[in-house]
C-alpha cells in the first residue's frame, strides 16, 4: 500500500499561483500512474492531470496551458504547479497513484485549494 501526503493548498487570489506536492512512501513510484483529482463542493471527484511513468502526461480541457503535473520518481513525488487559478478551481485537490498492472488505486486525504478576492 501506498501512503501518500499532500501539500501546498491554500487560498489564493485569482490570477494567483500555488504548487501542490504530493509525496509518496511504502513502496517506490516508477511504476505508478500518478495524478492529481478535484472535487468541488457537491461535484463528483474529476481528473485533473496525470503523469505516466515514463512522463506523458494527460489533462483536463479546463485546465490546459494553466496546470503543468511533474514526477520525479527518484524523490518518490509528483506536483502539480498551478497558474492563472480562477475560482472556479475552488476544490480539495487529492493526489492518486494506480499501479500500471494491478490498476490498484491509492488515494492521499487531499488539501483545499480556494480561490477568491
Known amino acids: 500500500q501506498v501512503q501518500l501526503v499532500e501539500s501546498g493548498g491554500g487560498l489564493v487570489q485569482p490570477g494567483g499561483s500555488l504548487r501542490l506536492s504530493c509525496a509518496a512512501s511504502g513502496t517506490g513510484i516508477s511504476i505508478y500512474i500518478m495524478g492529481w483529482y478535484r472535487q468541488a463542493p457537491k461535484q463528483p471527484r474529476e481528473l485533473v492531470e496525470m503523469i505516466s511513468p515514463d512522463g506523458k502526461g494527460r489533462y483536463t480541457d479546463s485546465v490546459k496551458g494553466r496546470f503543468t503535473i511533474s514526477r520525479d520518481n527518484a524523490k518518490n513525488t509528483v506536483d502539480l504547479q498551478m497558474n492563472s487559478l480562477q475560482p472556479e478551481d475552488t476544490a480539495v485537490y487529492y493526489c492518486?497513484?494506480?499501479?500500471?498492472?494491478?490498476?490498484?488505486?491509492?488515494w492521499g486525504q487531499g488539501t483545499r485549494v480556494t480561490v477568491s478576492s
Open positions: 492518486n497513484v494506480r499501479h500500471v498492472v494491478t490498476q490498484r488505486d491509492s
